[in-house]
């Protein structure tokens, strides 16, 4: 009798195939095995594997997540990749029925995104410029600060996935640039349109790292010679999300706001709810920010329905005064 495979085999394949056939990035793999790693662990306590656990099996995993304080949305994620492998599963064979299939996940509302106002964008984005153009700094925490500065402008401009933004390749930073190409989720490539403040951000943190270029020349490992953007010594050649992540927080405290409302993420909130306050269309900011399905921008629409009252207040001709 052939043995059966081991979860970890499984999980492999089916990893290997979010990859190849759906073009699934690192992110979002490594999401995918930190979720069925921990369903195993689960089966493997309860005497089952992905091959012959049962539905009420999968119906425990799922209390355990309860019992254990997960948020509905974290539960309902943990169900969706628990969907996708069983539906591999049986599509290769391996299984010859779906388990999950019947399974109903937890009732939970779609929360609204946490955003910042207007304002509060531009308190940090002056700030943030002030400490670009410090003079009682060294060179190297210069070029830091015009780093920083260079990545939260170009975040609100163009509302990137952070991963999409520290991942930058120095072409980007073309001289007289209008729009940038951007490589996003699935391996998709996209035209993001720069304002006038991000091409200015860029070409001055651009020449700062030539001036910096030409004072190390002839060392080793200098960062500046990369193909990136925004350099780092680190395995992935380019700076961090956590590292970026991190930053921000500290602007954040240094520009009034608490920190625990600000993220990168948070920052690519504001730009779409931003656009769509002043009139953009849902479909362009679905395009602007990558999102494949209409239906995960549309998180937004209370920002348009906002917007609409507002219009129908200030200038419907019977609208009360």
């Given at each position: 009798?052939?043995?059966?495979?081991?979860?970890?085999?499984?999980t492999g394949l089916f990893l290997d195939m979010l990859a190849a056939e759906q073009g699934a990035g690192p992110n979002t793999l490594d999401a995918y095995r930190r979720d069925l790693t921990d369903f195993s662990e689960?089966?493997?306590?309860?005497?089952?594997?992905?091959?012959?656990?049962?539905?009420?099996?999968?119906?425990?995993?799922?209390?355990?997540?309860?019992?254990?304080?997960?948020?509905?949305?974290?539960?309902?994620?943990?169900?969706?990749?628990?969907?996708?492998?069983?539906?591999?599963?049986?599509?290769?064979?391996?299984?010859?029925?779906?388990?999950?299939?019947?399974?109903?996940?937890?009732?939970?509302?779609?929360?609204?995104?946490?955003?910042?106002?207007?304002?509060?964008?531009?308190?940090?984005?002056?700030?943030?410029?002030?400490?670009?153009?410090?003079?009682?700094?060294?060179?190297?925490?210069?070029?830091?600060?015009?780093?920083?500065?260079?990545?939260?402008?170009?975040?609100?401009?163009?509302?990137?996935?952070?991963?999409?933004?520290?991942?930058?390749?120095?072409?980007?930073?073309?001289?007289?640039?209008?729009?940038?190409?951007?490589?996003?989720?699935?391996?998709?490539?996209?035209?993001?349109?720069?304002?006038?403040?991000?091409?200015?951000?860029?070409?001055?943190?651009?020449?700062?790292?030539?001036?910096?270029?030409?004072?190390?020349?002839?060392?080793?490992?200098?960062?500046?010679?990369?193909?990136?953007?925004?350099?780092?010594?680190?395995?992935?050649?380019?700076?961090?999300?956590?590292?970026?992540?991190?930053?921000?927080?500290?602007?954040?405290?240094?520009?009034?706001?608490?920190?625990?409302?600000?993220?990168?993420?948070?920052?690519?909130?504001?730009?779409?709810?931003?656009?769509?306050?002043?009139?953009?269309?849902?479909?362009?900011?679905?395009?602007?920010?990558?999102?494949?399905?209409?239906?995960?921008?549309?998180?937004?629409?209370?920002?348009?329905?906002?917007?609409?009252?507002?219009?129908?207040?200030?200038?419907?001709?019977?609208?009360?005064?």
């Amino acid at each position: 009798m052939r043995a059966k495979p081991s979860d970890a085999k499984l999980t492999g394949l089916f990893l290997d195939m979010l990859a190849a056939e759906q073009g699934a990035g690192p992110n979002t793999l490594d999401a995918y095995r930190r979720d069925l790693t921990d369903f195993s662990e689960f089966l493997s306590r309860a005497g089952h594997s992905f091959v012959d656990a049962e539905t009420q099996v999968l119906r425990d995993y799922l209390g355990d997540l309860d019992a254990r304080g997960f948020k509905s949305s974290s539960v309902a994620r943990r169900l969706s990749a628990m969907r996708h492998l069983f539906r591999f599963l049986l599509n290769e064979r391996i299984r010859a029925e779906d388990p999950a299939a019947i399974l109903s996940g937890p009732k939970r509302g779609r929360g609204l995104p946490k955003v910042l106002s207007i304002a509060d964008v531009d308190r940090m984005l002056t700030r943030a410029k002030e400490m670009s153009e410090a003079a009682d700094v060294s060179p190297s925490q210069r070029l830091r600060a015009l780093r920083f500065y260079c990545l939260l402008e170009v975040l609100y401009a163009t509302g990137l996935r952070v991963s999409e933004l520290v991942s930058l390749p120095r072409t980007a930073a073309k001289r007289d640039a209008r729009m940038i190409v951007v490589r996003g989720k699935g391996d998709k490539e996209r035209l993001v349109p720069l304002n006038e403040a991000s091409r200015q951000a860029m070409a001055d943190y651009l020449a700062a790292t030539e001036a910096a270029k030409e004072n190390k020349k002839g060392e080793k490992g200098s960062v500046a010679a990369t193909k990136w953007l925004f350099p780092s010594f680190g395995e992935s050649g380019h700076l961090t999300r956590q590292h970026f992540a991190r930053d921000l927080k500290e602007l954040a405290v240094a520009s009034g706001l608490q920190a625990r409302l600000v993220s990168p993420h948070v920052l690519r909130h504001a730009f779409a709810s931003h656009l769509l306050h002043n009139g953009a269309d849902l479909r362009i900011v679905q395009t602007l920010l990558g999102h494949t399905d209409i239906s995960t921008t549309q998180i937004y629409t209370h920002v348009v329905e906002e917007r609409l009252k507002s219009l129908v207040r200030d200038l419907h001709p019977l609208a009360e005064k």
